[in-house]
T-cell receptor
């Protein structure tokens, strides 16, 4: 079936460095691509999203890029801080409904002081 | 505004039993989706309800079912539990006019 591949599965960076997480998707009808942050014991929290008619979106230290032709999208976190440590998930809409999501397997990000 | 609430937070059942999980969406949200999260498979879409109608369904067996009430609260039911059903079950609600889904804290189900 349709799926989302996410890499790397773990990422360790020093405080202040940048972190990049990459995802690819297979459903050509997908048009909504959110990124979620999940902390221990909590549900996923949306940190940024992008629609297929946009190539890049930025929100303070977080940016997402989308290459619809290549079917891949990436999350960029700059000036990382210890509180950025969490598991990050990318997702792609199942078809163009936007209501149901296929998730990547997650990236465990550790930011060391 | 209160977030998505899920009850119970933790549940232990034995194989063969059935279980019902509850989700109360954010006030005003009419769409509720359910996801199963496991270490091996990650987050997988179960189904989505809008105005008491199931609009989307993931690739799960018929043992997994759900419903939504007129007040938008939703329940999911798993019958004839198997060990592999042990997971964190997440509920997410969404405003009608936006794509963003707001997740609850989940119900941790353990099947022994």
């Amino acid at each position: 079936g349709e799926n989302v591949e996410q890499h790397p599965s773990t990422l360790s960076v020093q405080e202040g460095d940048s972190a990049v997480i990459k995802c690819t998707y297979s459903d050509s009808a997908s048009n909504y691509f959110p990124w979620y942050k999940q902390e221990l014991g909590k549900g996923p929290q949306l940190i940024i999203d992008i629609r297929s008619n946009v190539g890049e979106k930025k929100d303070q230290r977080i940016a997402v890029t989308l290459n619809k032709t290549a079917k891949h999208f990436s999350l960029h976190i700059t000036e990382t801080q210890p509180e950025d440590s969490a598991v990050y998930f990318c997702a792609a809409s199942i078809g163009d409904s936007g209501y149901a999501l296929n998730f990547g397997k997650g990236t465990s990000l550790l930011v060391t002081p | 505004k209160a977030g998505v609430t899920q009850t119970p937070r933790y549940l232990i059942k034995t194989r063969g039993q059935q279980v019902t999980l509850s989700c109360s969406p954010i006030s005003g949200h009419r769409s509720v989706s359910w996801y199963q999260q496991t270490p091996g498979q990650g987050l997988q879409f179960l189904f989505e309800y809008f105005s008491e109608t199931q609009r989307n369904k993931g690739n799960f067996p018929g043992r997994f079912s759900g419903r939504q009430f007129s007040n938008s609260r939703s329940e999911m039911n798993v019958s004839t539990l198997e060990l592999g059903d042990s997971a964190l079950y997440l509920c997410a609600s969404r405003p009608t006019t936006q794509d963003e889904q707001f997740f609850g804290p989940g119900t941790r189900l353990t099947v022994l």
